[in-house]
Structure formats: C-alpha cells, structure tokens
C-alpha cells in the first residue's frame, strides 16, 4: 500500500470532523488548519486520538481507521 494513498472520498468529510473536535485537546501540536490528506497521515492522527480521547473519541477513530484498512485491502485484491 503506498503511503501517499489518498483518503476515500466517504471517511473524508468524518475524519476531518474528528479531527477538529479532538484538535484541541489531542492534536494541539498541529497547525488549526491541518488536515490529514493521505491514509498515512490519517492512521497517524487516529492513533493519536485513540491515545488521547475520551471513548467516544476512541471508538470513533477506531471506526475509520478499520473502514481505511478495509478500503485499502479492498483496493490492493483488485489490483
């Protein structure tokens, strides 16, 4: 799987709103403007709320991550 693989178009628009309602108090070290733009990017900003989050949070990254590493093994069997 290519590290720069870009995120699918459906968990795009649900990953960024994770994002900003868990910037502040689990990715306050990144720029108020980040996003994640690639599927390496994204699996990192999830461990991070897994890590960092209350379980909401936690179960939310949890989600996207599994339906990115479905995505991906989904895309890697066509090829």
């Known amino acids: 799987m290519p590290t720069t693989e870009p995120i699918p178009r459906p968990h795009e628009a649900e990953l960024r709103e994770l994002v900003d309602e868990y910037r502040i108090r689990c990715l306050w070290f990144l720029r108020h403007d980040l996003y994640p733009e690639t599927r390496e990017e994204a699996l990192r900003v999830l ?30 069997v066509g090829s």
């Not at 909401?56 to 990115?68: C, P, T």
């Open 47 to 76: 461990r991070q709320i897994e890590r960092h989050a209350d379980r909401d949070g936690f179960v939310r990254a949890a989600r996207i991550r599994q339906w990115l590493s479905r995505d991906s093994s989904r895309q890697s």
